[in-house]
């Protein structure tokens, strides 16, 4: 089974910068694509990025648009998410999530993903 695990959490401050990374256990398939959600305290997982590993192509939130870049490396067979700009609302847990692309997906659904890492904590300070 494929497993996902996260790194690069950490407390910074405001305006300041993190890198987050996802290395799948499995297989990278042609026709996976990669995602990071977040969830707050009190609030649902949201969508934040994500990116069909063959084209490349991202997709990203209104709320992180022009601050973070999703991106991967094929050779290692990572993902990661580049935060800059960081804000005290970004404040969350980070999961990365795995789809098996079939068919039509919007990529934001967090039903619609089939693996899940455990989360790492990212904590901007005002």
């Known amino acids: 089974q494929v497993q996902l695990v996260e790194s690069g959490g950490g407390l910074v401050q405001a305006g300041g910068s993190l890198r987050l990374s996802c290395a799948p256990s499995?297989?990278?398939?042609?026709?996976?694509?990669m995602g990071w959600f977040r969830q707050a305290p009190g609030k649902e997982r949201e969508f934040v990025a994500a990116i069909r590993w063959s084209s490349g192509s991202t997709y990203y939130a209104d709320s992180v648009k022009g601050r973070f870049t999703i991106s991967r490396d094929n050779a290692k067979n990572t993902v990661y998410l580049q935060m800059n700009s960081l804000k005290p609302e970004d404040t969350a847990v980070y999961y990365c999530?795995?789809?098996?692309?079939?068919?039509?997906?919007?990529?934001?659904?967090?039903?619609?993903?089939?693996?899940w890492g455990q989360g790492t904590q990212v904590t901007v300070s005002s």
């Open positions: 499995g297989r990278t398939f042609s026709g996976y694509a």
């Open positions: 999530a795995a789809m098996n692309v079939g068919g039509s997906h919007s990529y934001t659904v967090k039903d619609e993903y089939d693996y």
